[in-house]
């Protein structure tokens, strides 16, 4: 079965989502779904060891050969990406029990974990896919139950949030169909390595050109890039907490992946960076969208709504690595994406408790909420001291190799940003841990209920994550080798 | 001229459609109405992909004895994978504008926006 | 539209001929144009437009949700089932020439399998929109056309 693995680890959770359908009562559901993550969850790790040890892992489906035929390629970048998405996947799940009977009712629980299953494997199948139109189709596969999950939150808002992610979401995976209609035109191949190697002579076509405009715009919409991350902050508020985990904690970072992928290993460093000015779009990019949404994360009175303008100034941090066009920028692009998925994730783990016990995630509600769920609010301190990028915790190493790629390059100036930007972090955590931790619990509105600590279905998954940030801070030696190893492969494989 | 309007006809409908479909999704307040050119700029697509698999003077792509040239059926499969989630898409999305009807009893999206300001 | 006698003969006729037709695409979708997507949505259409004659209530009573529930799933297991069987005779995920000793049939053996899942998802999942769709109760009355209309 060992050899099996690679299709697995996405038809395990595909095949899992219609019998949570036919399984029916909520809490089997929830147990089935657990199991279910923690078994794909197990699946990435053993793939993670299997290609440190060795080679990248081909699978052809259906045994039909390469061109022809669609394979699935782990390698270490996807590999990466399989554990962060799987592993998030599997925390939340626990979590979910509580959270989601709370937030959603209760004769549509079986259909939000039937959902859930489905996202994760949309998620994996993008990651794992070596076939630039079946990433389309995990694409819309992750999307279309995302936007169902959205919509399952209690406001109604959440379903104007998940309408307007639907519009959004759909335009920009039909761009990259566009992008991948003409890539396909152009070479006839649809394999990502085989396109490469055919599209190595044609990359002064213009016919290349306008594919490669359609994809980054296309997968751009799909990672909340800057200009095009309308939909982001609605979406994270209203949703139901799970989602909110599940979702800031990998959907960004897949299609981040997904552009990665065919900008190295369709098009090539070469085309990218030499050819075409990504390097100074991306930069632009990042450093609008790190300062604009840092900003104006500042000034949000909803804590979900300040992670969420968060999430989309940390994935300038990811694109400002990718704009070095360094193997060192890259890699601190991807440890950022590990980093930024563990830490963010932890926020949301711990916002979701606070939700839970207060029902509500608005600053006002969580006036001194520390004296009465201190080991909640101490996991969102600890998350929060790693978005801020603290030393001795995770969000710091990913800064750290941020920086050091940042002087590498000789960009100084960006270096200073990076620091900079690490300030305004500074201010809207500091503005919920005052909040929590300072003001009188009368100032709550008039009626708020009494709260108590998060059950431990809950504050565990929290705090595993929360020590997870404390241990890869510590101890980066494991993140920071996978990642070198899958820079390195992504640079040398256009060059 | 000629050539570059007539002869490459198709491509100017898929263009067309696509930017009619754009400024539909774009400029519209009714949410019925941005699904609709959601679907017509989706169907755009759909076209362009067809318009690539033809083979000038060939047939369907079906094992006949006596048939050498034949459309590619490749961009057809994938385009039918597409059209699916297409409806998907088109089935959320309207299961959505009526949910939303119900929550906001309106669905013109100014009107949805300033509801969503006020609370 | 219940009492429209033409409309009702019309679809008693119909109907079988386009469960037939849609049979006809589902099975000979390994050799010619046809396939479950196809197949799944004229097999639908069938149903479609008995509810529209006969009424929301009549159509239930002949499909009933739970039955489309599980043909939502069980179509999806039946083709991911087709994936492992051939795992376990010893192939990759979906190798159809391992079901059976010569691998063209197999082959045959494997498509109209998987195809029969996909018709069985399609149709369903075509099915239970139109229910869920037709069955959302009214909240407004700025639909004259109503009682008439669909």
Not at chain 1, 2 to 9: D, E, I, K, N, S
Not at chain 2, 64 to 83: F, R
Not at chain 3, 126 to 139: C, D, E, H, K, P
Request: with cysteine.
């Amino acid at each position: 079965m060992l050899a099996h693995l690679p299709v697995l680890q996405v038809i395990l959770p595909l095949i899992a989502a219609p019998v949570c359908i036919l399984l029916r009562r909520a809490t089997l559901v929830w147990l089935f779904a657990t199991v279910v993550c923690v078994l794909t969850f197990a699946i990435s790790v053993v793939l993670l060891v299997q290609v440190m040890g060795g080679e990248p892992i081909r699978y052809e489906l259906g045994n039909w050969v390469a061109p022809w035929g669609i394979v699935y390629v782990v390698d270490s970048v996807s590999a990466l990406i399989l554990v962060i998405v799987s592993g998030i996947a599997a925390v939340a799940m626990p979590f979910a029990l509580r959270s989601a009977a709370s937030e959603i009712e209760p004769d549509r629980l079986y259909l939000f974990y039937t959902m859930y299953l489905l996202c994760l494997a949309g998620l994996l199948g993008i990651a794992i896919t070596g076939d630039a139109f079946n990433l389309f189709v995990f694409l819309e596969i992750s999307s279309l139950s995302s936007y169902t999950l959205i919509s399952l939150g209690r406001n109604r808002k959440a379903l104007h949030a998940a309408f307007q992610y639907l519009v959004m979401g759909t335009i920009g995976a039909t761009l990259y169909l566009i992008g991948i209609g003409l890539l396909y035109a152009l070479t006839g191949t649809l394999n990502m390595a085989d396109l490469a190697v055919r599209l190595a002579p044609l990359l002064d076509s213009r016919i290349t050109l306008a594919a490669f405009g359609f994809i980054v715009v296309g997968l751009g919409l799909k990672l909340a890039m800057f200009p095009l991350h309308l939909w982001l902050p609605n979406a994270y508020t209203h949703s139901p907490s799970v989602v909110s985990v599940f979702l800031a904690g990998t959907a960004t970072k897949v299609s981040l992946y997904a552009l990665l992928r065919i900008l190295y290993d369709v098009f090539g460093v070469r085309f990218d960076f030499e050819q075409q000015p990504m390097s100074a779009l991306f930069a632009i990019v990042a450093v609008a969208g790190l300062v604009i949404c840092s900003l104006v994360a500042m000034y949000q009175q909803n804590v979900k709504r300040i992670l969420a303008f968060s999430s989309v100034a940390q994935i300038g941090y990811m694109l400002l690595g990718v704009a070095f066009a360094t193997a060192a920028g890259l890699q601190a692009s991807l440890l950022h994406i590990f980093n930024h998925a563990l830490l963010k994730s932890g926020l949301f783990l711990a916002v979701g408790c606070l939700v839970l016990r207060t029902g509500s995630s608005q600053l006002a509600n969580l006036s001194g909420i520390a004296r009465e769920m201190p080991w909640t609010m101490a996991a969102f301190v600890v998350c929060g001291l790693s978005l801020i990028g603290v030393p001795a915790t995770a969000g710091f190493i990913s800064k750290w190799y941020l920086v050091s790629a940042a002087i590498e390059k000789g960009w100084w100036p960006f270096a200073a940003l990076i620091v900079a930007t690490s300030l305004l972090a500074v201010i809207y955590i500091w503005r919920v841990i005052e909040v929590a931790y300072f003001r009188p619990a009368s100032d709550r509105p008039a009626g708020s209920p009494p709260a108590t600590e998060a059950p431990l279905s809950m504050l565990v998954p929290t705090w595993i994550i929360a020590a997870a940030n404390i241990w890869f801070g510590l101890d980066a030696s494991a993140p920071a080798a996978i990642t070198a190893r899958a820079a390195k492969a992504l640079m040398g494989a256009g060059g | 001229m000629t050539d570059l309007i007539i002869g490459l006809y198709n491509y100017w409908i898929v263009i067309i459609l696509m930017m009619v479909g754009f400024y539909i999704v774009m400029s519209r307040q009714n949410l019925v109405k941005s699904l609709i050119g959601l679907n017509i700029f989706q169907t755009s697509v759909f076209i362009l992909y067809i318009t690539l698999g033809k083979v000038t003077g060939g047939t369907a792509p079906i094992l006949e004895k006596g048939i050498k040239l034949y459309s590619n059926p490749l961009p057809h499969v994938l385009i039918l994978t597409a059209i699916v989630v297409g409806v998907s898409t088109t089935a959320l999305g309207l299961a959505l504008v009526v949910r939303i009807k119900e929550a906001y009893g309106t669905i013109e999206e100014n009107e949805i926006n300033r509801m969503d300001n006020e609370s | 539209m219940r009492n429209h006698l033409v409309l009702r003969v019309i679809a008693k006729l119909l109907i079988p001929f386009i469960l037939v037709f849609a049979l006809y695409v589902q099975f000979h979708g390994d050799y010619g144009p046809g396939g479950g997507f196809q197949a799944g949505v004229i097999f639908a259409v069938a149903f479609i437009l008995y509810a529209l004659i006969y009424g929301l209530e009549n159509a239930r009573r002949v499909m009933p949700p739970t039955w489309l529930r599980a043909g939502t799933a069980l179509g999806v297991l039946i083709y991911a089932g087709t994936g492992i069987a051939t795992m376990f005779l010893g192939g990759k995920f979906l190798d159809y020439s391992r079901l059976a000793h010569d691998a063209s049939h197999g082959q045959h053996y494997g498509i109209i399998a998987v195809e029969f899942g996909v018709g069985l998802t399609v149709a369903s999942v075509m099915v239970t929109i139109f229910f869920v769709f037709a069955g959302r109760q009214r909240l407004t009355d700025e639909d004259p056309d109503e009682e008439n209309g669909a």
